[in-house]
């Protein structure tokens, strides 16, 4: 089992930043694959940055691309997602995902663990 908390998520003015967190327990991160979702109301979960099991490569959409980066801290088994020059499509609840058997996939169903989420609002 894994669990997995997001946290840092809150309103901001287009064109600002916000860094959020996911805190795993139960395995480590350098174990899974891991991914950041997001979901606007009305619209599919969608892949924003992942990273393969082991970490070895680090893939973002096109829609984040350039302004999103993960990093990860072994240490206390949590990874980031640091958001840059944020516009108002990037509001959404955002939700880390992790599996133990994928080597990577863009797929939200193919992700067994998720956390709750946190809500992102970005105003224009």
């Known amino acids: 089992q894994m669990q997995l908390v997001e946290s840092g998520g809150g309103l901001v003015q287009a064109g600002g930043s916000l860094r959020l967190s996911c805190a795993a327990s139960?395995?480590?991160?350098?174990?899974?694959?891991m991914a950041w979702f997001r979901q606007a109301p009305g619209k599919e979960r969608e892949f924003t940055v992942g990273?393969?099991?082991?970490?070895?490569?680090?893939d973002h959409s096109d829609s984040v691309k350039g302004r999103f980066t993960v990093s990860r801290d072994n240490a206390k088994n949590t990874v980031y997602l640091q958001m840059n020059s944020l516009k108002p499509e990037d509001t959404a609840v955002y939700y880390c995902?992790?599996?133990?058997?994928?080597?990577?996939?863009?797929?939200?169903?193919?992700?067994?663990?998720w956390g709750h989420g946190t809500q992102v609002t970005v105003s224009s």
């Open positions: 139960g395995r480590t991160f350098s174990s899974v694959a």
């Open positions: 995902a992790a599996d133990r058997s994928l080597a990577y996939s863009q797929d939200p169903r193919k992700y067994e663990y």
């Open positions: 990273f393969t099991r082991g970490g070895s490569f680090t």
